[in-house]
């Protein structure tokens, strides 16, 4: 444990709790995940010994621990869509008996819903770590379960990766590394170095296209990314790889169907951990504002990535050299009878980004990317 650890608990002030066994909630998307390694990695330094779990959606549990974000992971639909209200109810009473039983000395809420509050309170570990103010005022019948108050942003500005490290903090925990890193496992690599060679790209050599999001709004037209992919390839020789899930065939096909240039698609065809590995072999990234985007920049891949009412300064890429597009707000509707203000999921601000500055983003960031490579080549032995 880390020389001089102490928390404030109410008012008194307790130095060095034991503390063995740690749960981090993070019920929320990949991105959110990404930002959270970099939390559980400072939780490391300081409590070396101790077994780290998040509570995160399923569909990412083999994710975190493959990746080594966390010892273990436990699945958690915060949405529940489709499930009856008993066979709900069992599931939250299931999940409540296992978390009870893990005995978890200090519980930290990153999600900051009224779902992850009652599951905080729940567990009932001695030490609780909550935002104060939450992100969504209490309700009058609702009770902020938390015994440690972190602040909803840090000092270093409003990105969503100085919220997320607040909670150490409030632990009284110095953030010695605070910019999220993932490695690709050995396996990735393997497979990852596989589908390169099948498909005829070079290491280094290609640019990575994300055409979707998990948010319809979110994503600039699929034609619009064809002719970027199109200019790239005729001004600079690099081919595009089409990257994304199962639900993003469409932009996919939009893609491959405009797109004069030999463009490579493993859209819903590896899992996230080859993902990463593709990335990292990556010469830069192109996309929408989405978990794609950030596990990227994580590899250390350089980022453009294309916003639409979502503030760059808030969700931008970290660590790495990057080109953020956003167009100029407030503006007048362009998908009159779609958007829905102050709704990220459904405004189109993003459609109004112009093709000629993408290109030029991404060709400025390629030049960077090259020279960096050229750089790293010269000092190597």
Sequence with gaps: MADGFSVVLGKERHARPIVASILVIQTKYIGDMVLTSAVVRN??????GARITILCTPGLCSFVVAQKIADDALGFDRRGKGKGLLARLSEYYDLIGELRRRRFDLTIDLSDSRTSRLLHGLVGAPLRVGFEPPENPLRFWER????IFAEPSGPEGPHYLHRYLSPLRALNINVTDATPRLEPTAGAREEAKELLAVNELIGNAYIAVHAGARFEGRCWQPQHFATVIDEIFAARGLRALLIGGPDET????????STVSPAVSLVGRVSLETLVALLSNALIFLGNESGPMHLAASTGTPVVGLYGLTPPDVWSPVGVPHRTLAPPLPCQCVAAGMCMPNNPGRVYCVHRLRVDDVVAATLDLIDVAQNRGLRAEATRP
């Design 43 to 48: 939780l490391r330094l300081s409590f070396p």
């Design 144 to 147: 902020q379960p938390a015994n």
């Design 250 to 257: 469409e932009s996919e096909k939009t893609i491959l169907a």
